[in-house]
């Protein structure tokens, strides 16, 4: 059981490139969400989805896309990266209990 | 908005017993969570407690007073690998968003 995988893990940017960050969960789970974790803030939820086709903000969006378009994919686009997005970025995955999957993080710098 | 507080940092001495408090402040709160991360781990859940009282899971508890806002992470017979970062974290009513504090860094000595 692979539960959240996440590519890449590590990866580096210019200034103004764009990328996307995968997730795939083979839990069927519903519900999903992306977090950004720097050093002495914890997790930051970046936007979230309760299901396909349903996505929503989190508590900071700005600068990323998401799109669920099936059940077991839900991957992070950056636009137009900045140095503020160099960050450590985690996929997550839940029932709808409480218990959160993390992915192994996928390491960003941007230069 | 929903907010958590904890400790940044908390020492203990291997054997002994710490708690890690989190008091929060949301609108729409549905349960305390805690997840334990080692350095350049992922996060791993621990416990969730959606009523008030105490939790229990081996060596681990967790304790929640929802008319305090309050809860804590009690950990005993502290351990060498039990240094981590702890985070509490907070599930909105909706069962949709889970925000989770800045996480406390718990260092155990010998």
């Known amino acids: 059981n692979a539960g959240v995988t996440q590519t890449p893990k590590f990866q580096v940017l210019k200034t103004g490139q764009s990328m996307t960050l995968q997730c795939a969960q083979d839990m069927n789970h519903e519900y999903m969400s992306w977090y950004r974790q720097d050093p002495g803030m914890g997790l930051r939820l970046i936007h979230y989805s309760v299901g396909a086709g349903i996505t929503d903000q989190g508590e900071v969006p700005n600068g990323y896309n998401v799109s669920r378009s099936t059940t077991e994919d839900f991957p992070l686009r950056l636009l137009s990266a900045a140095p503020s997005q160099t960050s450590v970025y985690f996929c997550?995955?839940?029932?709808?209990?409480?218990?959160?999957?993390f992915g192994e993080g996928s390491w960003l710098t941007v230069v | 908005g929903q907010s958590l507080e904890q400790p940044s940092e908390v020492t203990a001495v291997e054997g002994a017993i710490v708690q890690i408090n989190c008091t929060y402040q949301t609108s729409g709160f549905y349960g305390l969570s805690w997840y334990q991360q080692h350095d350049g781990g992922a996060p791993t859940f621990l416990s969730y407690n959606a009523l008030d009282g105490l939790e229990e899971t081996g060596r681990f508890s967790s304790f929640l007073s929802r008319s305090d806002s309050y809860g804590y992470l009690l950990l005993q017979e502290l351990q060498m690998k039990d240094s981590a970062s702890y985070f509490c974290?907070?599930?909105?009513?909706?069962?949709?968003?889970?925000?989770f504090g800045a996480g406390t860094r718990l260092f155990v000595k010998a």
């Open positions: 997550a995955s839940r029932e709808s209990g409480n218990t959160i999957y």
């Open positions: 974290a907070g599930l909105n009513t909706g069962g949709f968003k889970t925000i």
